[in-house]
């Protein structure tokens, strides 16, 4: 049985609110840097010394004009989150995930992939000396940003000398809009397109994101929360939010798009469809026209930081879909959400083991 908002199990988490800066109102927690926590880990790689580092106080990377990553932009990032659960712990969901996916992006980049126990060490010292900074149960989450950068210097175009791996935190909330759920309202993108063919859209690479400003800015110009970009090739296909990954939902059946090198591929989604196959569902990982998602029941998107966002409406060339009631999340999202953050917060058995306590 879920154990209700304030339970025993709560009151044995060993810290409250009151225990972290005293100034953080876990209540008006959004997504951003109000609350960084105050430590970093820092770890620098060079071919002669390999990777040497530790935690230190979050602060400034001192770098020079010449480095790599502000001259030719070799950077990957990572967001993963530390929560607390009913069982009164700190966890990670599938840590191991977020640095496969690290360090393959470092190799479509030509950075040293950072090794798996060092990534793992890195996320898991982060969140215990910022253990003040997660917040209670049900509240929010401390939102790690694990970065990896080509900081030594260079001039001609080539991978840098040196690396810097740094994870940062920071105490967070809802991504979107507040409220349980609250609906998004989206519009397709139908003069750009975020990635092609045999480029990099698969990769957590810091350049994937600030081309989509732009459409993304215009976009909440218009009223609209975000855009969904089609595929480059055939403008027809949905392909993924500016921050997120998306799901229809037909009946029985969700479906969501194939990852072919263009999509980013999220830990969350690769979650949820594993936890809709145990449900029940029919999930296909299927090119979706964009005319199919018109008509579906519903549509969600996916994330680290959105968790799953209901979508209300898609607008595409001027018609505008209403999915399910105004203002409210449909049931199949509503369930998938549930069902994904009762198992991260162990309010539910975990039969996969993807929660991991630090
Ligand atoms: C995340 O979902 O954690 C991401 O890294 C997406 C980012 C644009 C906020």
């Given amino acids: 049985e879920r ?30 840097v109000e609350h960084i926590a105050p430590i970093m880990f ?79 060490e890195a996320v898991t010292s982060a969140v215990r000396a910022n253990a003040a900074w997660v917040p209670p149960r049900g509240r929010g989450s401390l939102y790690l940003r694990p970065l990896l950068l080509g900081t030594g210097p260079i001039l001609g ?10 994870v940062y935190a920071a105490a967070v909330g809802c991504y979107f809009k507040c409220g349980q759920l609250t609906p998004i309202d989206l519009i397709v993108e139908e003069r750009f397109h975020r990635a092609a063919p045999g480029g990099m859209g698969g990769t957590k690479a810091a350049g994937n994101y600030s081309p989509v400003l732009m459409t993304q800015l215009a976009a909440k110009e218009q009223g609209y929360n975000d855009v969904v970009y089609l595929d480059a090739k055939t403008d027809t296909y949905l392909e993924e939010v500016s921050s997120c990954n998306i799901f229809t939902v037909t009946g029985r059946t969700i479906r969501t798009p194939p990852l072919e090198g263009t999509i980013l ?11 809709a196959r145990a449900r029940g569902y029919t999930v296909e990982e299927v090119p979706i026209p964009v005319a199919d998602a018109m008509e579906a029941d519903e549509v969600f998107t996916s994330g680290t930081a959105v968790v799953v966002s209901a979508v209300g409406s898609i607008t595409y060339q ?41």
């Fill in 3 to 32: 154990p209700s908002e304030t339970t025993a199990s709560d009151a044995a988490s060993p810290l409250k609110a009151s225990d972290a800066t005293g100034h953080i109102n876990w209540d008006s927690l959004g997504f951003g």
């Fill in 157 to 166: 175009l080539g991978p840098a000398p040196a690396y810097t791996l740094v």
């Fill in 42 to 120: 820092r770890a620098t790689y060079t071919a002669e010394d390999g990777w040497q580092g530790g935690l230190e106080p979050y602060g400034p990377l001192e770098m020079l004009p010449s480095a790599q990553v502000l001259n030719y932009g070799q950077s990957v990032f990572e967001g993963m989150k530390a929560q607390r659960s009913a069982r009164g712990r700190i966890v990670l969901f599938r840590p191991e995930e977020n640095a496969v996916r690290m360090r393959a992006g470092a190799a479509r980049l030509s950075m040293p992939p950072p090794p798996m126990e060092l990534y793992v």
């Fill in 265 to 275: 591929p999220g830990v969350t989604r690769r979650s949820l469809i594993e936890l």
């Fill in 318 to 358: 001027g018609r505008r879909r209403q999915y399910g009631e105004l203002g409210r999340p449909s049931p199949v999202t509503l369930e998938m959400y549930e069902a994904l953050t009762s198992l991260q917060q162990e309010l539910d058995d975990d039969p996969f083991g993807w929660v991991v306590p630090v």
